[in-house]
Structure formats: C-alpha cells, structure tokens
C-alpha cells in the first residue's frame, strides 16, 4: 500500500457502482416467529453492468510525472466541454465564492416542500417516486451530474399489520377492555391521516398478545431494571412502560427480557423533548413542542445493516440467515405511545414512589408499581395488554447515486450522502438533508455542465434507501464495494438533518477533518448574529481548550446514528456529519420535538424550526465549501496531528484512571505510552514534510504519496478482531464504550468487565489483548505516516 500507485488503482470511476433492471423476481421466507413475514411481489432479478477498463499500464518515469493528465483525460466524458487539465490544479478560490453565492434558501425550501409533500416510508411507492425524482434531477442536460443510477438491494424490513392493527389496551379482572391507547396520533394540521401515514410501531418488535401487571421502569437501562429487581419489585410477566432515551430502543426489550418481563412501552416524557410543557396549547401547532398525542416511530433492530445479510450486499444470489434465528431483534413484543396515554397508565401506578431522578413531567407522582392502585381509574388488578402484529418483508430497496468524474484524480473519491426514507413526512429528518444536497448538486451540476469547473477528484452525491431501518442502504453499498472504497475514498461526508434548529453549526467527525471543517466555517457569515462567521458564532456555543490551537469549537465524536457508521466503523473512511442545532442553554430537549412523529412537516420546518431557511443555506455553504476543498485541493486537507490530541487524552485518562488497577495486575501502560509517543513524532515529521512540498514545486507523485498516507491513516486503526462480540464494528478509537473511563473504548470496557474478577482471570487476560491491539494498530499507523521509503 505503500507504493507509488496503490494496489487497485484505476484510472476511471466505474461505469456502474452496482446493479440495474427490473425483472420480475419473487423471494419467500418462512418465518415461525415472524407467521406473516411476506415478500415484495415486483422484487428486481438484479444483474451487474461490466465496469469499463481505460486505461492500460503505463511505464518509464516520463509517464509516470504525466500520470495525471492521462488518468483525467480519459475519466472525462467523450464531448464534455471541460477545463484542460492540470496535475497541479487544485481549489479554485473564485469557484469556491461562486458555489458559495449560487447556493439558494428559496431554492432548498421548495426541494423540501417537494420531498415532504407526501409520507415516504422506505420501499413505499413515495420513496420509489423519489428515487425517480433524484434520477431526473441528476440527469438534467443543464444542472445535472455525469451520471447517474439506482442499484437496488433485497433487504428485510417490518411493518404493522393492516389488518390487525397494534394495540395498547387495560383489561378488567373480567377481560373488558377498560381503556384503548390510541392507535394514530391525532390529525391536527390534515397531515397526519391517509393510508400512508404509518401508525407508530416499534420496527422488527416481534407479533404477540402479552398481558400483565403494569411497571415503571424509567428509561429500560440494565442498571434501572436491577434497580426494580433490588427493591424486590417482581417483574416476571410484567409489561413495563419506558421512556425513550438512556439506552438505545431495542436495548430497553432486551434488558426486560432478562428480568422476565413479558412486553415493553416506550413514551417520550414532556421533561425530556418539551422542557417540561405538555398540554396541546402549549406544543404543535403552537409550538415547535411535541403534541400529546405525538409517538417516535423507530427501528428496535440491534444492528445496522440488512438483518438478513451481515457482511454480504443483499443481492438475490447471497446467503441469508433463517430469520428465526437471526440475532439483533427485540425478544418480546414492543410498542411505543404518546405522553398523553403514557400519562393514564403511569399516573395510576401503585407502589413505592420512583426516584427524584425517575420523575417527569406529567403532572403526578411516578410510583414503580406494579399494578393500578385501588382508588384510581381502574380496578387494582386491572392489567395491560400489549397486542403487536408486525410482520416482516423483503422489500426492494434502492439507493441513488450521482457522479462527478474527477479531472485529475478520477480514482480517489469523495462521498457526500444522506438517506431518503423516512418515517411519516421526514420534513426535518432527513429531507433537510435532502433538499440541501439537491440544491448543492444543482449547482455544482451547473458548472459542470457550462464547462467552467470539473473537480480534480471524484464526488460521489448519494441518497440511501432504508436508512430509518437501520442504516440499510449505506451499509449494503459499503459491503458491496468494500475494497474499491477502502482503496479510493478520500472522505465521506454525511448531512443527514441538516437543520435541527436554527442557533449554531454542529459539527462531529474523526480528528483528521477537524481543520478543513473549521476552515469552511470561519469564511462562511453566520445567519445570526449578522457580523460573525460561521466558526465565531459555535464557538459561542460549543468550544474546548486544544493544547494546540487555544479555544477551538467542540468537534463531536461519531457514534451509529446515521450513515455515517459503515464508512467510519466498518471501512475506517475519514468521516464527518455536519448540522445546525439548538442553543442548548434555552432547551435541554434531547433531539428536536416532532422527531420520527407525523408532525415533522414542511410547516413545522417553515415556522418553527427555520423560517427563511437561513441555516439551510448555512449548511449548505459549509458542507459544500468541505466538499470542495476535499475535491479540489492539490494537498488533501486532513490533519493528521490533530490526532496526537485525542491519542494524548485517552492516554491521560487511562494513566489518571486505570494505570493504578493494571499495575495490580501486572499490565504496564508503558508500551502504549512508547505507540503514542511514536505517533505524535510521525504526525509531526509529515506536517513538517507537507510544508516542505507546498513551498516548493512537488512532483505529482510525490503528492499522490503524500495524499495516500493522509487518506489511509484512518484505515490503520481497523481490527476486525477487536471486539467480536460487535458487527461491523472494527475502528479501535470509536468503537462503542461501555465503561465508565472516557479513554480507548476495547480498554475502557475490557477493564470494566475484569473489575470484579481475579488475578490471573479471562478477562484481565482480556485487558492485556486490548492493550496489545492498541499498541499494535498505533504503531501501524505511525508507520503509515513515515516517509514511503522507510519499510
């Protein structure tokens, strides 16, 4: 990999990235825990178009400084009206103005009052009218992209029944039904009726009719389910009611389950989303407040990708797992519900009275349970019953990809995407993103089309389907082109919402993309207060003290909540998602308030959350002004050494925290002090290296050397052995962290495992094994950084 010309170079972006047609293609699969899974009766036989070869080997050092004009010459279409070009362009300061004036707030409010106009459930006949819609827009003689195309996977999704409709009933002593949650939210704008509107559902929950005794069981944690068990508190049979946050949704099933607990209900409580308010005059459409009535819609599926086919693209010819016994889906029946019925259950609960921390905001005492007390609603042995009749499908499921052929760099790729699906309308989550990159496309497209810009590397636009069901498209296409992406992606940046709220930049990424995010931001106005910049005004809000750079905006790290995870967990992609979010000092609503509900509208986005959709185009600059800059600098704009930082501070928080306990067990921490030490040496000599190279007047090669070692840094923190009880999951920095220790999580958690065990123990066994991994991949990745000569 160190080589001059990466293994698996090519000299042009394929012709197709995946498979096209439509035949007629029919998949069945029994289920016994799922009876009524079914398949899509139009499912597509898909076939894969030959990728195009151009260009041939190229020998003698004269050819290999001309490398670049060659490689362009042939990526660019036959007639393109075209810059000549240069294997010394890089960003064009006038372009980036350009793009950065042409960018409209208009223009991406009518994008989203087109893409919300209608519900658009993956697979839905909206969703696959929106494909088409992002076809043609790709496609248009005057602003489209070089090409573009709609392979589809075969993946396995879940729905309500039609028929038997998911209920949330209280039964008598002698079975009448005492009380009906409601089954849709109530239909305040004329928006949240029709037969596409879906009704709330936990997705991938299993079918079935439990029946008990009512719990309160907080946020459905481990720790507050053993809180319950503590008290003595029998949860065997029980349906336990559970607010949403604290822990992910299907994990509240799974952590019920292990208590016996017989089914679950979500609810999001007014003191989490609402900042307390909860009455209907006080929230939508009054307000940017979550209605009553109002339910998070939601995947409860374990894992990310197509449940069916880990580590495989679901195409028609690969393996798939028996559905029965496919692991990641929620053990026992699952529904969530609105606050206002959460309200009627919870406030007749008997029992002792929940913790301080345990209490809402609906206006009564929480007690744990369980049962109705005697002088409530309902008689005392009143009981809750859970009826779920989800079923599972294989449905077609496609995403949309739109190219620009790099003019230098064709084989080095930079990917900007966003989902398309969503739950109801998905005005803010994720056709924000949506209409962003259509508007950024269209410009982009413009030039292209005019003949006064072609980027030096290839972009990438994409809009990945069942993205709500767990990360579906993008984690299919990262399985599919595991190599190819692996060998080429420069970065990938996601803008899934692009506008939560309307106060400052949020950014989150991996260290390298730190520098070119800033440097987007700080010459990008503010949409308020006017006078600031975009990077003044989140410093305002959001900043750390960096040992290297003073106050600098908090850059977040990357978690699993969108489909950013397969590039940065899975591939090991420089990656970044970028937003504009609330002020958190006026609100401590954990995500905006209509989130995943059918009150995420165009007019909910138009009033409260963006009038004028100044963020928007805020956004839009920024993540447009990070796209080129990727593209089109000469020198790839990622900074290694802001890595030392997070190296350092794990480091810190490991010696502060754990070096103690390891030295009781043998285990030194000086061998990843020496691997950190080494890093922050190697990072230091490049910086040193790339200032050299722009001073002067560097050789191509050299530059493509250079722009390697920058590129596949990020790679060398992959071990897909690290943590095997994790799917995808090989990135040793950003993996998961269970344990308490902000430090290196494969340590972090190792450690927390062993705390209770003894000397010579499996699991302190395991602490050394984690160590080693770190050592060993910080090492690598201080390698990759020296000179290309050092082997």
Not at 234 to 256: D, F, H, M, P
Not at 347 to 375: E, H, I, V
Not at 728 to 752: D, K
């Amino acid at each position: 990999m160190l080589l001059a010309l990466p293994a698996g170079c090519s000299p042009t972006l394929p012709a197709s990235w995946g498979p096209k047609g439509r035949a007629t293609h029919r998949v069945m699969v029994n289920s016994t825990r799922h009876p009524s899974i079914r398949s899509d009766p139009s499912l597509p036989r898909l076939h894969r178009m030959q990728w195009v070869k151009v260009l041939g080997g190229v020998v003698g050092a004269a050819a290999l400084v001309g490398l670049g004009i060659i490689l362009g010459h042939f990526a660019i279409p036959k007639g393109a009206n075209v810059p000549t070009p240069s294997v010394s362009q890089d960003l064009d300061l006038e372009i980036l103005e350009t793009v950065m004036q042409q960018l409209d707030a208009n223009r991406i409010r009518e994008n989203l009052r087109e893409l919300s106009r209608e519900p658009h459930l993956a697979s839905s006949p909206r969703d696959e009218a929106l494909v088409q819609f992002l076809l043609q827009r790709w496609q248009d003689p005057e602003s489209g992209l070089d090409s573009a195309e709609a392979p589809a996977y075969e993946v396995l999704l879940s729905f309500p029944s039609q028929e038997q409709p998911n209920l949330v009933t209280v039964v008598g002593p002698t079975g009448g039904v005492l009380f009906s949650c409601r089954q849709s939210e109530e239909n305040l704008t004329g928006e949240q009726a029709g037969p596409d509107v879906i009704p709330p559902y936990a997705a991938y929950a299993p079918p079935g009719t439990p029946q008990g005794l009512l719990v309160y069981a907080n946020r459905g944690t481990e720790e507050d389910f053993l809180s319950l068990h503590t008290q003595g508190i029998t949860l065997e049979g029980t349906i336990a009611l559970t607010r949403y946050g604290g822990a992910g949704r299907g994990a509240k099933a799974v952590n019920a389950a292990k208590y016996g607990v017989a089914g679950v209900l979500v609810y999001t409580d007014p003191a989490d989303i609402n900042d307390g308010q909860s009455f209907a005059n006080e929230t939508f459409p009054n307000s940017w407040g979550l209605p009553p009535s109002g339910v998070e819609r939601g995947s409860y599926f374990e894992y990310f990708g197509d449940p069916l086919t880990p580590y495989l693209p679901a195409n028609p010819s690969s393996f798939r797992l028996d559905p029965n016994a496919a692991p990641g889906f929620p053990p026992i029946p699952t529904q969530p519900i609105g606050f206002d019925d959460a309200k009627i259950l919870l406030c007749n609960l008997q029992g002792t009275l929940a913790p301080d921390a345990w209490q809402g905001a609906l206006g009564c005492d929480y007690k744990l349970g369980p049962g109705f007390r005697s002088d409530g609603d309902f008689p005392a042995d009143s009981q809750v019953n859970v009826s779920v009749h989800n079923r599972l499908e294989l449905r077609n499921s496609s995403n949309v990809l739109g190219i620009i052929r790099g003019a230098v760099e064709p084989d080095r790729y930079v990917l900007y995407g966003n989902h398309r699906d969503s739950w109801v309308h998905g005005a803010v989550d994720p056709s924000s993103g949506t209409a962003v990159i259509l508007e950024l496309s269209r410009v982009l497209g413009t030039l292209l089309k005019k003949g006064t810009w072609r980027p030096r590397r290839s972009i990438v636009f994409a809009s990945w389907g069942a993205e709500e069901f767990g990360l579906i498209g993008s984690t299919e296409f990262t399985e599919e082109f595991f190599s190819k992406l692996q060998e080429r992606t420069v970065a990938y940046i996601n803008v899934d919402i692009s506008v939560f709220a309307n106060a400052t930049l949020r950014a989150q990424g991996t260290p390298p993309v730190q520098s070119v995010i800033f440097a987007a931001a700080k010459q990008i106005p503010a949409p308020n207060p006017v006078g600031l910049s975009i990077y003044d005004n989140w410093i305002r809000y959001s900043n750390r003290s960096s040992t290297a750079y003073g106050l600098v905006p908090s850059l977040g790290s990357l978690g699993a909540g969108s489909d950013y995870a397969p590039f940065i967990h899975f591939l090991g992609i420089s990656s970044m998602d970028i937003a504009y979010t609330y002020d958190r000092s006026k609100t401590s609503a954990r995500i905006y308030p209509t989130y995943h509900t059918a009150f995420d509208t165009f007019g909910y986005v138009d009033k409260f959350v963006d009038p004028g959709f100044s963020s928007h185009q805020a956004v839009a600059r920024t993540a447009g002004s990070v796209l080129l800059r990727l593209s089109d600098s000469l020198f790839l704009p990622l900074n290694v050494s802001d890595y030392g930082e997070t190296l350092r501070s794990f480091l810190q928080a490991a010696q502060q925290n754990l070096e103690g306990l390891l030295e009781q067990h043998g285990i030194s921490l000086g061998p990843l002090v020496t691997a950190v030490e080494k890093f922050e040496g190697a990072a230091a000599a490049l910086d040193q290296h790339i200032s050299a190279l722009q001073k002067g007047s560097p050789d191509p090669l050299q530059v493509r050397m250079l722009n390697d070692q920058l590129m596949l840094l990020e790679r060398t923190f992959l071990n897909p052995r690290a943590f095997p009880e994790e799917r995808y999951y090989s990135h040793v920095l950003w993996a998961p962290r269970t344990g308490s220790v902000a430090t290196f999580p494969g340590l972090a958690n190792a450690c927390s495992r062993a705390m209770d065990t003894g000397l010579g123990s499996a699991a302190w066994a395991e602490v050394q094994r984690q160590l080693s991994i770190l050592v060993v991949a910080l090492e690598g990745a201080a390698a990759t950084l020296r000179p290309v000569a050092d082997l």
